[in-house]
């Protein structure tokens, strides 16, 4: 098979795995702008983040960095109930550490100047403990940076801890990499649960990042019996609208999490190292055979 039949094929996989795992990304910054002003109106939150890949040079990290700051000018200037999330492997980790830390560092000072928060998002494994080495590092600077932690590491339970004794803003994931080294899937969904238990318990800012229906009923029954006032809903844009909506109806803080850019760029850029298909079937309620 050519290369163009090939490329061909993969992008109609793209296409469909994304319509099947019932995620939305917008095209353009404009529409995001205007998609965050209809969340807001319902009183709902957004995190606003351009769609990731793999920066291969540092013209690559300058263009990032170039994305980031008209999100951070389009949240300010509309007065947008919004926060970003960035990666570190757009921002040149694979070139060179100094590079990613110091535009990290960058964006969230330049966020911080304008009281805009900034998330952290975990990546392959590889890249947690650069990952969480930088979030320390920034945080003693800036108080306005929370880190993402992903359920399907075993390593996670003793990140936390660690991280926790600091209390600082923690977003929980089950996670979206083929590589991890806890299975089946029903034990992810265990150790989600148990770390969800703690993040609610010491994070000053726990985000019960799922789009499991059990466990936001348990977070739920959890936030309403301790008061936990800052703690926070979020879900992909497009997957859990309805129920965002409802949850906010019912008092609790939601967040819609909204990439924008190139879907295709994203998806071809990270087929090696998504675990797409797993993630459509928990998308559609099974559980993954792992």
Known sequence: MGFVAQLSQRTVACSQLLRAMHIKAVR???????????????GIACSIT????????????????FH????LAAIADNNLNSDITIKLRPLGLHIDNNL???????????????????????????TVDAAIDFFRRIRHEY??????????????????????RDRVPLRLVKGFYRKHDIAPW?????NYERLMRLVLNESAYPAIATHDLELIATAMRLIRQFNIERAEFQFFYGLRNKLAQQLVRDGFRVRIFIPYGSVWRFLLDGL???????????TLGLTPHL
């Open 28 to 42: 353009s910054l404009r529409r995001t702008v205007e998609t965050t002003c209809d969340f807001n109106k319902e």
């Open 50 to 65: 351009h769609l990731p890949t793999l920066a291969r040079s540092s013209g690559d990290v300058v263009r990032e960095m």
């Open 68 to 71: 980031y700051g008209k999100i």
């Open 100 to 126: 990613a830390f110091e535009s990290m560092r960058r964006l969230v000072a330049g966020a911080a100047e304008q009281g805009t928060f900034v998330w952290l998002d975990m990546e392959v494994p590889e």
């Open 143 to 164: 108080s306005n940076c929370g880190i993402c932690l992903q359920a399907y590491l075993d390593r996670t339970g003793n990140d936390a801890a660690k991280l926790l």
């Open 186 to 190: 029903r034990n992810v969904t265990r």
């Open 272 to 282: 090696s190292i998504f675990d797409i298909w797993h993630q459509v079937q928990r």
